[in-house]
């Protein structure tokens, strides 16, 4: 840490690794094992949220709404723009807010998990807690979101590694060979 700003100091071991990507395209299990493979510390900004509301996701979002949820999500951006040396799985709408990504890109670089609607779909066909893919078609609704972010992903990655087809562990390892060829790590 930079005793002056309090930020991580500009090396590779101290800069994050932040994974953004639609849910369900394995920001938190290809993080974990990335996580170890890099010898970094893992941390999922869902999971600390819903730690600190005492409530899952969806909870949240019925309860206190979307709005409140995302002022969360902007919160622990700027709590994680002062750390180092952690894979930071981020929630699947995080890339919404231009704030969040100038907040956790003080830290550390974006990579875009990217998959196929049909490769979300599979990941997420029996999952009930999610709530924007709520009632309906689950796979015209995850193409329609998928397309309306998909932009926004591209843009405001640092790297963008394609997971369609893959297992974990092969994801991780591809993330971290990129990374490595990138000397990122």
Known sequence: ?????????????????????????????IGRRLARLCEYEFFDMDAEIEKRNGMRVSEIFREKGEAAF??????LCAELSK???????TG???IKNAENMR?????????YIKASPEHIYNN???D?????????????????????????????SDIIVE???MRTPRAAYAIRDELERMNMI
Do not use: H, W
């Not at 995302?70 to 919160?75: F, G, N, V």
């Not at 750390?83 to 799985?89: C, D, H, M, N, S």
């Open 124 to 126: 997420l066909k029996n």
């Open 128 to 156: 009930r807690t999610r709530p924007l893919l709520e009632g309906g078609d689950k796979l015209k609704k995850i193409k329609a979101l998928m397309e309306e972010r998909r932009p926004m992903y591209e843009s405001r």
């Open 83 to 89: 750390t180092g040396g952690l894979v930071i799985a």
């Open 163 to 165: 997971v369609t087809g």
């Open 103 to 111: 907040l956790l890109k003080l830290s550390g670089n974006v990579l």
């Open 92 to 94: 699947g709408g995080v």
């Open 1 to 29: 840490m930079n005793e002056e700003n309090g930020r991580p100091e500009n090396n590779k071991k101290g800069k994050n690794i932040i994974l953004v990507g639609f849910m369900g395209c394995g920001k938190t299990s």
């Open 70 to 75: 995302r002022q969360m999500e902007t919160d």
